[in-house]
């Protein structure tokens, strides 16, 4: 079955750690993006990528970093500068860049904690 | 700037009662609009959306949302909600002029017995 896979869902880190999490997706799909979620306030952008290697910084991309070697997969990585880490993060994609407006999958997400 | 409103940040109801989910957004441009569930510890499943056309759209599992441009609202309703329904509903609203997916807050549905 084609979908998104994001690893591990539960991740613990030290504080001052970086840590990468993992998105992979064998949709074919051209853009994928990354998204934060906390409590009461909803989704927000932090990287995405319109095709492979090439990406841009969302709404909320200090502390992160990301790369697209590869058309599947689009990990990011969550650095020591990323003030208030912990929350739930979500990969998606789309088809293609125009799709981004209507149509976005999205993975099964990963829970950080900092501590 | 453009935003979507989800007034009710949780909705307690009981199964096989009537629900209604409010989404409100900010701007009159042209708009696709969209209602994401998330069950509990999961990803964003596409519920049902609204690009054109008829004004009223109805997803699988019985609920149903209407496209109102001049209240800019969209609505997510079901006349009789189960168990399974318990999860966070989050509308989401393209403005065609950023062409960028903007999330509202989302609102908790917690049916019970």
């Known amino acids: 079955d084609g979908g998104i896979t994001q690893s591990p869902k539960y991740l613990f880190r030290k504080e001052g750690q970086n840590v990468t999490l993992s998105c992979e997706q064998n949709?074919?799909?051209?853009?994928m993006y990354w998204y934060r979620q906390d409590p009461g306030q909803g989704l927000r952008l932090i990287y995405y990528s319109q095709i492979v290697n090439d990406f841009q910084k969302g709404d909320i991309a200090e502390g992160y970093s990301v790369s697209r070697e590869k058309k599947e997969s689009f990990p990011l990585t969550v650095t020591s500068a990323q003030k208030n880490p912990t929350a739930f993060y979500l990969c998606?994609?789309?088809?293609?860049?125009?799709?981004?407006?209507?149509?976005?999958?999205f993975g099964p997400g990963t829970r950080l904690t900092v501590t | 700037a453009q935003s979507v409103t989800q007034l009710d940040s949780q909705v307690p109801v009981f199964e096989e009662a009537p629900v209604e989910l409010r989404c409100n957004y900010s701007?009159?441009?042209?708009?696709?609009l969209f209602w994401y569930v998330q069950y509990p510890n999961q990803g964003l499943q596409l519920l049902l959306k609204?690009?054109?056309?008829?004004?009223l759209v109805e997803s699988i599992n019985g609920f149903e949302a209407e496209f109102n441009k001049s209240q800019t609202s969209f609505h997510l309703r079901k006349p009789s909600v189960h168990i399974s329904d318990t999860a966070e509903y989050f509308c989401?609203?393209?403005?065609?002029?950023?062409?960028?997916?903007?999330f509202g807050t989302g609102t908790r549905l917690q049916v019970t017995l």
């Open positions: 989401a609203v393209t403005f065609r002029t950023a062409s960028k997916l903007t």
């Open positions: 609204y690009l054109s056309g008829s004004t």
């Open positions: 701007s009159s441009v042209s708009v696709y």
């Open positions: 998606a994609s789309s088809i293609d860049w125009a799709a981004r407006a209507y149509e976005q999958y």
């Open positions: 949709l074919n799909h051209d853009a």
